[in-house]
């Protein structure tokens, strides 16, 4: 099938390529779900390799009891920015990543509804998260942890600028992923296909859909938490001041309301992921599609009902204790029942041992592990004994790391030859799969132990002859493994968008939509309209026999008039916008009100002018009709 090369006017000139699409200036303004997509994924890997040295020095420091890698002082900077950097900047921001570049790919839409709005998501996030890693050269970086318990953040505890950086970095950030949680909630609501019912919708998207309702309950309340912690060290209030009165227990509680459906917020993009995966090289359609949809719409309501399993050990008392012990046990069943269904995806299919399928196996395996330390942890009394132990980092690790990391990685061999138009290596990924599973497990299984004979979280050092050194050691020797794993992924990456094997528009002999387009799939997205009758629409038009359906004509969906499609223009809006907020909040930190007032008004200024900009863009010609081999 070849398609007439389209022709783009803009300004009533015609020219035969994009020329918005070139130069640096068009990154900085572009409002294209796919561009913004890829540097969603591409900063969030970046943050990840940060966040991987970090780790790297925590467990060279722990090798054995002597080592002198870091002070302590260091190292609780590093346990902190390591944390914040993977929950915050790296593993969220990759399911938002995904989720920017596929999901209008997925339900036959031509980008988000609001694109602009999704722009200035991605830069508040990004530049927030450059703020957070300027507190490296301008005093110190945040040393509180990655969830920051008061009283350890009020002026008196902690008087340096690090707190301010943790405080003003996540908050605009967190600015951002609310707005685009509300931007992918209106697209998948609003823009779907034709014949794409809510129970056609692909499970990837599902799970995008509940992950942005989550983010909208889940954020307002750490927002709020942010904002206090602000006010008192910027302003002198006292919201969590303990000499004044106030309770300190309240940061953990809004903390934790917000802090375990974040949990979930990663997991969910992950668990759609792997519902792609599987079906795909199982050769099957997914089983017990309506009971997968239904889990994942009771994860999001259960995981606002468990935040206080992470406080058992501050004295709620026992009936708290008991309730909180109880939705915990009861979030499990939905999360089963997704394992359960993607076994029997598998059970009887023709399994292509793929690179994706081979994360998406390990996948199965760690989170599974991962949750069952999550049951043992949701007893009060258990908790109570491993509670800050490493016992803890090590079921962390397992559900966030094993269960979210993993699926991610698969995610970006699956997709790859999608967003570049090239195939990765299947023999060096199979490899660095192996490797990098192994080196996890290396790392993480021992701390399970290490946390059973009482070695407690966020030390620096520890005492030698109490049992604890062959466990590190291994732990340790596990990080280089993984490290050599994640080098040789990176490896592959640059080998695939430089020598790798050119692929057509579905390589995989997909289901979903993303993959009728073409590879790497052009600015518009598709040109004709698609239209869907079935749950996996691609199949049915590849094989109607075995679906037992009858796909639509080719060209059944609306060709475009002479008008052409509209593409949505450039922006410099957004970016702008967040750089006010970001030098505003300097301004904050360094009690330059001035300064923060100017920066207040030109965010003003940049609100009336993206207002006023009007719809703009261009429009996309296409000479000739689409021609069928």
């Known amino acids: 099938m070849a398609t007439a090369q389209p022709t783009v006017t803009t300004r009533g000139k015609i020219f035969n390529r994009p020329t918005w699409t070139t130069g640096?200036?068009?990154?900085?303004?572009t409002v294209d779900h796919k561009r913004l997509g890829l540097l969603y994924i591409c900063s969030a890997f970046l943050f990840m390799l940060l966040a991987a040295g970090e780790a790297g020095l925590i467990r060279l420091q722990l090798l054995t009891p002597t080592m002198k890698i870091v002070n302590p002082d260091h190292f609780n900077q590093l346990f902190t920015m390591h944390g914040v950097t993977m929950v915050f900047l790296a593993i969220m921001p990759l399911g938002i990543g995904l989720a920017n570049y596929f999901v209008p790919l997925q339900i036959g839409a031509r980008d988000l509804a609001f694109p602009r709005l999704n722009a200035f998501g991605y830069w508040i996030y990004a530049l927030g998260g450059l703020m957070i890693y300027t507190s490296w050269f301008l005093g110190g970086a945040p040393d509180v942890g990655w969830f920051a318990y008061a009283p350890l953040t009020s002026l008196s505890h902690n008087p340096g600028l690090g707190v301010d950086f943790y405080m003003f970095g996540l908050f605009i950030s967190g600015i951002g992923t609310t707005g685009t949680a509300m931007n992918l909630i209106v697209t998948i609501i609003n823009m779907r296909a034709p014949g794409m019912t809510m129970m056609r919708v692909p499970v990837f998207t599902w799970m995008i859909l509940i992950m942005s309702f989550m983010v909208i309950y889940a954020f307002p309340p750490l927002t709020i938490a942010f904002i206090e912690v602000i006010l008192d060290r910027t302003f002198g209030t006292l919201f969590f001041v303990q000499e004044a009165g106030a309770l300190p227990i309240l940061w953990?509680?809004?903390?934790w309301i917000f802090g375990h459906p974040e949990v979930y917020i990663i997991i969910?993009?992950?668990?759609?992921?792997?519902?792609?995966?599987i079906p795909t090289f199982s050769r099957k359609s997914l089983f017990g599609y309506p009971v997968m949809i239904l889990s994942g719409i009771l994860i999001g309501f259960m995981g606002a009902a468990v935040w206080t399993h992470h406080m058992f050990t501050t004295g709620l008392g026992p009936v708290v204790n008991t309730a909180f012990s109880l939705t915990s046990f009861v979030i499990g069943i939905p999360t089963g029942i997704k394992i359960f269904n993607w076994l029997?995806?598998?059970?009887?299919?023709s399994i292509r041992f793929t690179t994706p399928i081979i994360y998406a196996i390990a996948f199965l395996i760690t989170f599974?592990?991962?949750?069952?330390?999550?049951?043992m942890l949701a007893m009060?009394?258990?908790?109570?004994?491993?509670h800050d132990t490493y016992f803890v980092v090590a079921h962390f690790h397992y559900v966030m790391g094993g269960g979210a990391l993993l699926s991610y990685l698969g995610a970006l061999y699956y997709w790859f030859p999608k967003m570049t138009g090239r195939m990765m290596s299947e023999r060096l990924g199979k490899i660095a799969a192996v490797i990098t599973v192994i080196g996890f497990h290396g790392i993480f299984f021992p701390q399970h132990i290490a946390g059973l004979l009482g070695m407690p979280r966020r030390i620096q050092t520890y005492p030698a002859g109490i049992g604890l050194e062959l466990w590190n050691a291994l732990s340790t020797m596990g990080s280089w493994l993984m490290g050599i794993g994640?080098?040789?992924i990176l490896i592959n990456v640059i080998h695939g968008l430089t020598r790798g094997k050119r692929v057509g528009n579905d390589p995989w002999d997909a289901r979903t939509l993303e993959w009728e387009t073409s590879s790497p799939p052009p600015y518009y997205d598709f040109e004709v309209q698609p239209v869907v009758n079935s749950l996996d629409p691609l199949w049915a038009r590849k094989h109607p026999d075995a679906m037992h359906v009858t796909p639509p004509a080719p060209d059944a969906g609306a060709k475009y008039d002479a008008g052409g499609v509209h593409i949505p223009g450039q922006s410099w809006y957004p970016f702008l916008a967040s750089a006010a907020i970001m030098f505003g909040c300097y301004a904050l930190m360094y009690d330059n009100f001035i300064l923060a007032i100017v920066c207040g008004l030109f965010f003003i200024f940049?609100?009336?002018?993206?207002?006023f900009e009007g719809v703009g863009g261009h429009h996309v010609h296409f000479d000739g009709a689409k021609e069928h081999a």
């Open 24 to 29: 640096i200036g068009s990154w900085l303004t």
């Open 252 to 255: 953990q509680h809004l903390f």
């Open 268 to 277: 969910l993009p992950a668990f759609g992921v792997i519902s792609e995966i």
């Open 344 to 349: 029997g995806t598998m059970w009887g299919g």
């Open 368 to 375: 599974t592990l991962g949750g069952i330390t999550g049951i």
């Open 380 to 386: 009060p009394t258990f908790d109570a004994q491993v």
């Open 486 to 488: 994640l080098i040789l």
């Open 606 to 611: 940049t609100i009336f002018g993206w207002a």
